[in-house]
């Protein structure tokens, strides 16, 4: 099971190739055994090869079974080692499909009341894995374990089980849990459901003394993609917490508002590089024609992985005010700057 650190969303920035990234990360997802365990796979070759948030793009297309809207989201030429991904992805859901013992259901359900919390959290790993809908029943009764462990490993369950009727317990353990990963897993988990009626609770949760809870929650409203969340993650631009920021930012390209526009131009301003970073990527995925000059600003940012990735969302947004500007990018000091310059010039092309 990955940890609710390795299910977070992105981290660094883009570097040089993105195929080696690309395949060593996601294929530490896929070999993980849950489509959870995808995001931290990929994050694992971000540092050696791929955007934040194209990393991030790939890790939602494979983990809800889409091949459509990858290539978009990544760099030409890496699209069979993605498809093959994908595939694999697919093939093991329907391995996973197949019919399960109810009496091997019935035996777990029971160890979970074994006084050992060891054995509980084994019982409720394999109840996980099995995904069978007999289970759930006996994952919502470990929400309120004594063992804060075995209480994290029960929300991760719920969320892999996808059931909407596991939003309200969910969102009291966010909100009520003593233990700050359990909270974190739950927000997690309220981000895997996919299901809008979740954030309220996660909104609410922006505020948590945690900040690994914080950065989770905000994450989680990313997936969701709900306009509503929009206040409280602007608000989260500013956290204290580097990792909360970034997430925000994150979030906000996701859900690609326009109310957006004006707090993640200010981001491209943040002390943080990976702050400035995600801003760049996530106004790229807003694609408001508003963010061009601030954009063509950050084009001189001290970070090259930072302007790497205002090159690229200037591509996305496809505005010809920024053909000059990414024409002088052209002779950037930093070779990947270079390249990402030339493809959103031809981006402005089409």
Avoid: C, W
Avoid at 73 to 88: H, L, M, P, Q, Y
Avoid at 185 to 214: C, H
């Amino acid at each position: 099971m990955p940890s609710p650190d390795q299910a977070k969303g992105p981290r660094g920035g883009i570097s040089g190739g993105v195929e080696g990234g690309i395949a060593a990360g996601i294929a530490e997802g896929v070999a993980g055994g849950i489509e959870g365990g995808i995001a931290g796979g990929i994050r694992t070759g971000i540092g050696t090869g791929v955007s934040s948030g194209i990393a991030h793009g790939i890790a939602t297309a494979v983990a809800d079974g889409i091949a459509e809207g990858v290539a978009g989201r990544i760099a030409e030429g890496v699209s069979e080692t993605v498809d093959a991904v994908v595939a694999g992805a697919r093939g093991r859901t329907r391995q996973e499909a197949k019919p399960v013992d109810p009496k091997a259901v019935a035996a777990l359900a029971e160890a979970l009341k074994d006084s050992d919390a060891d054995v509980r959290h084994a019982a409720l790993e394999a109840l996980t894995k099995l995904r069978d809908p007999r289970a759930y029943d006996a994952l919502l009764g470990a929400l309120k374990d004594s063992s804060a462990d075995v209480r994290e490993k029960a929300a991760f369950g719920l969320g892999q089980f996808r059931d909407p009727r596991a939003i309200e317990p969910l969102s009291a353990a966010l909100k009520q849990d003593t233990n700050a990963d359990v909270r974190e897993q739950a927000a997690f988990a309220l981000g895997q459901i996919r299901n809008r009626s979740a954030v309220p609770a996660l909104t609410a949760a922006i505020k948590d003394s945690a900040a690994n809870v914080r950065e989770q929650v905000v994450f989680a409203l990313g997936q969701l993609r709900d306009p509503a969340a929009i206040d409280g993650l602007t608000a989260a631009l500013h956290d204290q917490s580097a990792d909360v920021r970034e997430q925000a930012a994150f979030a906000l390209g996701q859900i690609r508002d326009a109310r957006a526009v004006d707090p993640l131009i200010s981001a491209l301003k943040d002390e943080a590089k990976d702050v400035r970073e995600q801003a760049a990527f996530a106004l790229g995925q807003v694609r408001s024609p508003r963010a061009v000059d601030a954009l063509v600003i950050a084009l001189k940012d001290a970070s090259p992985d930072v302007r790497e990735q205002v090159a690229f969302a200037l591509g996305q947004i496809r505005d010809p005010r920024a053909i000059d500007a990414l024409t002088t990018a052209l002779k950037d000091s930093n070779a990947s700057v270079r390249q990402q310059a030339a493809f959103a010039i031809g981006q402005l092309a089409r």
